[in-house]
Each structure stands twice: as structure tokens, then as C-alpha cells.
């Protein structure tokens, strides 16, 4: 029995994301709710599709789910009962030949089948336009209609039958002199359910009541359940009283236990990471945030072009009416982004933005856009600050040097490269200087890349290898604007804007030269 993945083909491609990426694009407490909510392995969402084909099957299937909220729900119910038992079976150590190993196969046969058949049930009421949801009814349907499957049908109300002989079992105990029960064993079986008598049952009623059945000292009298010779093993007994049934559990023993649960585990976690992906853009919608499936472009197009971006950690963390939406375009005229701005204006959170739209694209998922069209990289790699505690050996300028030259080595023209705030741990005329020899080098290389530093002069000094340096990766300056002095948190096409943000903040906090020196001359007056 084996079902079609719904979320890789047999030609999917993919590259391993590196966790410091997620994190460095603010994705965890995303990736975390996308974990929570489904029963998806890490492995999966750490795997960046690079193939256009995988991505299109996904979103088409995101499509149908969409269409269809109720769709996820039905799937995981009818898989999640028969995943539980499985993960419970495969927990428990039991011997091949082992009685109880052969009651628990006989309930993964049974649910495996009432499983299937549920599926088809459910799958059957709709219209899919994916291909993937497609060849999984198909795939359903031609399981059911195989005769292994009608076999399996067969062999499971013969067992059932077996079963059904024994439906009680007699326990006999003997008592000492003291009224207290010293040996309990098993003495007969029968194909009916017991009726206890109305004795027994006034006793079990008192007791439960007020416990006062046995007198007000029944907590003492706890001996009554330490029984020295106690036999209540019940497998000896059920076995015997099965022999006449001895070749029919032995058949279905030896055809089934070696009966593979993976295919319906397998597609119950990527049911559940579809349910939990169409629940989390279900909740951007009600945040009345806009999210899309972008249009996917070759990766040799190098595109990037987005309408309406914004950073999704932004949706958990401020009003959506105070959030601000951006557009973005990385092609022909400009695939090297410069990004400057006064401090708090936003830089790294757009930056972030970029590299959740372009994962997200890529993991077939609808991104944080009105409108998107984004070639696939082969790549995402990212740039941040590294921490204080990381840089022992190699100090903190060596260790970002490091990171930097490793990650460079990987990426090509089909790349994706996000520098936030690098390089700046040392003195401006450093810091600048190897800046320069990056954004040099990429261009070199044309790998997109976007950089946002507050080295204004950089804008200056790399623009000139547009010039030195002609080839389909030109270096564009773009800045975090303003209003009035005041962050506007839009990225605008334009040199760097100087210095008069740096003295509205300087004058907000009281610290410009003319509001330090009144404050001197009122300290001298006193």
C-alpha cells in the first residue's frame, strides 16, 4: 500500500537551509508555530525546493486546501487515530510470535483498512484541480480495488471471529483462614459477556458510594490485594482457549507482521503540515494582512519583484494598521542593493522580509506580499552580527570575516546573499574598506545581494564599479526614507540621506551641541 507524497516529486531538488538562516531572518517563532500545529519533521521545512516543478505541485495543492477549509481537518481526523496506534504499537517491545503482538496487529490491519476506506470517503466529495490531491484519491482507490486489500478484508472477520469465542474470563481465589485471598488463577472462558449477580453489584455500589462496605477501617485492610500466588496472565489462557483457531491466527500472524503503517504515517505528516500552513495564513487573513502564492520565474530570469512586502513577525507584534507595506524590485537594472537609513528605520526588518518572501516561496507556502514574482535561488544565505560569546578564539571582526568567506564560497549568480549591519565592528575607515571589498567581490561574482549598513560613504565609493566592473549585476543605492524628520519605514530608490535624521534624533534625546552647552551655561549660572 504506498500513497503519492504531497509534498515531493521523485524529481524533487532541494538545498539543506542552515538554522542560523532562519533564525538570522526571524523565522523561528514561525517555524515553531509551524511545528506545533503540525506533526511535520524539522527535515522538511529545513529544505529549500529548488526545483520550480515541487514548488508548483505545492501550491497547487495549497490552492485546493484554500478552496476548501473544512478539507485538512477531515484528512487528519481520519489519519490521526490510526498514526496514534501506530506510534503506541511501535513504542512497545513485543516478541514476533508474541500473543499480544498479534492482538495489536490485528487492530493496525483493522484500522489500516477502516483508515483507507475513510480516506476514499472523504477524497470522493471533491473537485480537485491539483495533480497532488489527484493522484492521491487515485492512488486510494486503486489500493482499495487491489486484491490484496480484499484479502486482507477476508482474513481480518476470520480472526475477528476467533476473537469473538472469548468474551469473558472466570478468575477463581482461593482465601486463607483469615478471610484473605492467597491464590487468584484463571479457571474458564466463555463466548458470552458475564451478567454479575445483584449481590455483587450492591457491593460494588457501596462501596464506591461511601466505602464503608467492609467497616470503617477498610484503608487497613490493603493485605487483600497482595495475593502471594497471583496468575492473571491471561495469555496462557486466551491461547488455549484459541486452539481450535491455532492455523488461522498462525496465517495472519506470518502474512501481516511485517505489514508496513509508514505510507498512511508519512501522508498524516503532510497533511498536518498543510493544515498547519493554511491555518497560519488563515490567521494573517483575519489580521487583514495581505499574503499570496507568487508567480514562480526560471532561476536564470534572477528576479525578485514584490508588491505590498512585509516582515511577518511584524503581524505578532504591532497593529496591522500600523504596518508598512513595501515593493521591491531586483532585475536588470539592479540585483546589488546598498541599504542605508537612520537606526531604527527599519533596514533589518525589511531585510528580513526579503529572505522570508524568498523562503517561503520556495517552501510552496503563500508569502507576506500582495503580489509576487520571484525567480528561485539555489541559495539563501545570511550575514548578521555575530555574538560576543561566539568570537573567542578569532575576535569578532575575524570571526564575521570567517563566516563571511565561507558563505561566499557557496553562493553563485543564482544566490541569494543578506548582509545586515556587517563588518562594523571595528573603526569606520575598516569597516568601509572591507565593505568595498565585498560588494566589489559579489558584483564580480553577480550574486543578488542586499547590504544595509550605515556606511553612507559606501554608496559613493562602490558605485563606481558599475563602471569598472560591467555585467548583468548592477550596484543600486536604496534607502529607509523619511517625512519630516520622521521614519516613514519605506524603502525608496535614492543616495543615502546624510546627516539631518542623525540630529532630529540628537535633538529629540537633548544631546546636540547647542542643547549641551545651554545646559552647561545653567549648571555655571548656578
Known amino acids: 500500500m504506498a ?9 524533487s531538488t532541494y538545498q539543506e537551509l542552515d538554522e542560523q538562516v532562519i533564525g538570522d531572518l526571524g523565522l523561528h517563532g514561525f517555524y515553531k508555530k509551524l511545528t506545533d500545529l503540525s506533526q511535520v519533521n524539522l527535515s522538511v521545512i529545513n529544505r529549500l525546493c529548488t526545483d520550480m516543478d515541487t514548488i508548483t505541485y505545492r501550491q497547487a495543492i495549497i ?46 490491519v483493522e484500522k489500516s483498512i477502516q483508515c483507507l476506506e475513510d480516506l476514499r470517503g472523504t477524497l470522493r466529495g471533491y473537485n480537485f484541480t491539483s495533480v497532488g490531491l489527484k493522484k492521491l484519491y487515485e492512488s486510494v482507490e486503486a489500493s482499495i480495488n487491489e486484491p490484496n486489500f480484499k484479502e486482507m478484508k477476508v482474513d481480518l472477520k476470520a480472526i475477528r471471529y476467533a476473537f469473538s469465542q472469548i468474551k469473558s474470563a472466570e478468575i477463581s481465589i482461593n482465601m486463607d483462614l483469615g478471610m ?51 496468575d492473571l496472565d491471561l495469555k496462557e489462557e486466551l491461547e488455549f482457549g ?57 532561476s536564470r530570469d534572477r528576479c525578485f519583484d514584490v508588491k505590498g512586502v512585509y516582515n511577518i513577525n511584524l503581524a505578532e507584534r504591532i497593529s496591522h494598521d500600523n504596518i508598512v507595506l513595501n515593493q521591491f524590485k531586483m532585475d536588470d537594472d539592479g540585483r546589488i542593493f546598498i541599504l542605508t537609513g537612520a537606526n531604527s ?103 543578488r545581494l542586499i547590504y544595509n549598513t550605515h556606511l553612507h560613504e559606501l554608496v559613493d565609493q562602490v558605485i563606481g564599479f558599475n563602471e569598472a566592473i560591467v555585467n548583468e549585476t548592477p550596484i543600486v543605492s536604496i534607502t529607509s526614507g523619511s517625512q519630516n524628520d520622521t521614519n516613514s519605514y519605506t524603502i525608496e530608490v535614492g543616495p543615502p540621506q546624510g546627516i539631518s535624521h542623525a ?23 548656578v
Not at 498514526?83 to 490485528?106: G, I, M, R, S
Not at 458470552?192 to 477501617?217: E, S, W
Open 3 to 11: 500513497f503519492n507524497s504531497l509534498l515531493w516529486l521523485e524529481t
Open 63 to 108: 490552492r485546493d486546501l484554500m478552496a476548501e477549509p473544512a478539507l485538512t481537518n477531515y484528512l487528519v481526523e481520519n489519519l490521526e487515530a490510526f498514526c496514534t496506534l501506530v506510534y503506541q504499537f511501535t513504542k512497545t517491545t513485543y516478541e514476533a510470535d508474541n500473543f499480544y503482538f498479534l492482538v495489536e496487529l490485528v487492530k493496525i
Open 180 to 230: 484473605r485471598p492467597v491464590e487468584a488463577q484463571v479457571t474458564n472462558l466463555f463466548d458470552h459477556r458475564c451478567i454479575y449477580p445483584k449481590a455483587f453489584r450492591k457491593v460494588a455500589m457501596v462501596i464506591q458510594d461511601n466505602g464503608t462496605f467492609l467497616g470503617k477501617h477498610i484503608n487497613q485492610y490493603i493485605p487483600v490485594f497482595s495475593v502471594k500466588n497471583l
Open 242 to 298: 484459541l486452539k481450535a483457531y491455532h492455523g488461522v491466527l498462525k496465517t495472519f500472524l506470518n502474512k501481516y507482521k511485517k505489514i508496513d503503517p509508514l505510507p498512511f504515517v508519512t501522508l498524516f505528516e503532510e497533511v498536518t503540515f498543510y493544515q498547519s500552513s493554511v491555518t497560519l495564513l488563515q490567521q494573517m487573513a483575519k489580521a487583514h494582512l495581505p499574503m499570496s502564492l507568487p508567480t514562480l520565474l526560471p
Open 345 to 447: 528605520g527599519g533596514k533589518t526588518t525589511f531585510t528580513q522580509a526579503i529572505g522570508q518572501v524568498q523562503l517561503l516561496a520556495q517552501l510552496g507556502l503563500m508569502v507576506p506580499a500582495t503580489w509576487a514574482r520571484i525567480s528561485l535561488v539555489n541559495g539563501i544565505y545570511t550575514h548578521f552580527p555575530v555574538l560576543e560569546a561566539d568570537t573567542i578564539d578569532l575576535g569578532r571582526l575575524g570571526k564575521e570575516c570567517l563566516n563571511f568567506s565561507v558563505l561566499f564560497k557557496k553562493a553563485d549568480r543564482y544566490s541569494l546573499i543578506l548582509l545586515n549591519e556587517s563588518f562594523t565592528s571595528t573603526s569606520h575607515l575598516e569597516s568601509l574598506t572591507i565593505a568595498g571589498e565585498v560588494i566589489k567581490a559579489a558584483k564580480t561574482k553577480e550574486v
Open 503 to 525: 540630529m532630529k534624533i540628537a535633538e529629540n534625546f537633548g544631546i546636540t551641541y547647542k542643547q549641551l552647552s545651554k545646559r552647561l551655561e545653567a549648571v555655571n549660572d
